[in-house]
Nanobody, 127 residues
Framework: QVQLQESGPGLVKPSQTLSLTCTVSGGSITTNYYYWSWIRQPPGKGLEWIGYMSYSGSTYYTPSLQSRTSISRDTSKNQFTLQLSSVTPEDTAVYYC???????????????????WGQGTQVTVAS
């Protein structure tokens, strides 16, 4: 059973870089056809997909956040990391890491495509 666990600071100051790490157990992040995403939910709003890293290391980000987003990985630790730069209070949200195995024409930019989820971590942007 694949399990994911987010870690990182719960409070980030405006203009700084938010950095979160997802540790995956029960499976390798390099296993063929698996995709690993970051998804967030601002207070009172729906889930927002941020970006993914594929099993091969390729990345794709939502256009609205692309200029501020970077997803990287450490295969030796079976972890992938989100960095979101120049944060503002509007980036306050519960952040989730999630994974899925690509099946057909699944929309990997939709949170509903993901079957494995971390429990989520609250990140607040405030001075």
């Amino acid at each position: 059973q694949v399990q994911l666990q987010e870690s990182g600071p719960g409070l980030v100051k405006p203009s700084q870089t938010l950095s979160l790490t997802c540790t995956v157990s029960g499976g390798s992040i390099t296993t063929n056809y698996y995709y690993w995403s970051w998804i967030r939910q601002p207070p009172g709003k729906g889930l927002e997909w941020i970006g993914y890293m594929s099993y091969s290391g390729s990345t794709y980000y939502t256009p609205s956040l692309q200029s501020r987003t970077s997803i990287s990985r450490d295969t030796s630790k079976n972890q992938f990391t989100l960095q979101l730069s120049s944060v503002t209070p509007e980036d306050t949200a519960v952040y989730y890491c999630a994974g899925t195995k690509l099946r057909g024409a699944a929309a990997l930019t939709s949170p509903s495509a993901y079957g494995f989820w971390g429990q989520g971590t609250q990140v607040t942007v405030a001075s």
